[in-house]
């Protein structure tokens, strides 16, 4: 199975900070990979697929990069509505998905 | 409005079952693959179970495999995973969740709110 771990655990900014979260698999998904967000309370949110793409409706500020096995979520500004938790997914060697371990992003 | 709400959660004895059920609307249902995924609580997400758009293929993760099983029914619109021989450790918040695209991407880009399975004596 395809281990995903993401890093740092917690992240801890202010509004209007560029946050880095960092996404690493224990092999190539190629650019199979996606980002989802997930405020408490709530089902998530995806934000980026196929490592770059953003989904429908989704600020220009969220944008990812990498492939094989780095991968990297930026948000370029903070806003107040962006701290949540963050989680990546790779559908390239399954069954099964798998999910990282999730990055909080939370107001320093 | 295109939206999909679970149902079916409740607190059950271990070895015991449940059925969970996803309704969906706003798209059209039979052309996408869907899936299950669960969240223990304070913890991450895990995916549980996947099948395709016409239900010739499922797909189940190593841990429920052989005591879940997850089936469509598109004339109705809806998902079900059904729980059998549930452990403690089947305890979290189950959501169901859409493909992103018709042709099997395998990314989901609508969640349901979720149903909570509580296992314990």
């Known amino acids: 199975d395809t281990v995903l771990t993401q890093s740092p655990a917690t992240l801890s900014l202010s509004p209007g900070e560029r946050a880095t979260l960092s996404c690493k698999a224990s092999?190539?998904?190629?650019?199979?990979l996606a980002w989802y967000q997930q405020k408490p309370d709530q089902a998530p949110r995806l934000l980026i697929y196929d490592a770059s793409t953003r989904a429908t409706g989704v600020p220009a500020r969220f944008s990812g990069s990498g492939s094989e096995t780095d991968f990297t979520l930026t948000i370029s500004s903070l806003e107040p509505e962006d701290f949540a938790v963050y989680y990546c997914q790779q559908r390239s060697d399954w069954p099964p998905l798998t999910f990282g371990g999730g990055t909080k992003v939370e107001i320093k | 409005e295109v939206q999909l709400v679970e149902s079916g959660g409740g607190m059950v004895q271990p070895g015991g079952s449940l059925r969970l059920s996803c309704a969906a609307s706003?798209?059209?249902?039979?052309?996408?693959?869907m899936a299950w995924v669960r969240q223990a609580p304070g913890k991450g997400l895990e995916w549980v179970s996947a099948i395709s758009s016409s239900s010739s293929t499922q797909y189940y993760a190593a841990s429920v495999k052989g005591r879940f099983t997850i089936s469509r029914d598109n004339t109705n619109n809806m998902l079900y995973l059904q729980m059998d021989s549930l452990r403690a450790e089947d305890t979290a918040l189950y959501f169901c969740a859409k493909d992103l695209f018709p042709n099997y991407v395998w990314y989901f880009d609508l969640w349901g709110h979720g149903t909570q399975v509580t296992v314990s004596a």
């Open positions: 092999q190539s998904v190629r650019r199979y």
């Open positions: 706003g798209f059209t249902f039979k052309n996408y693959a």
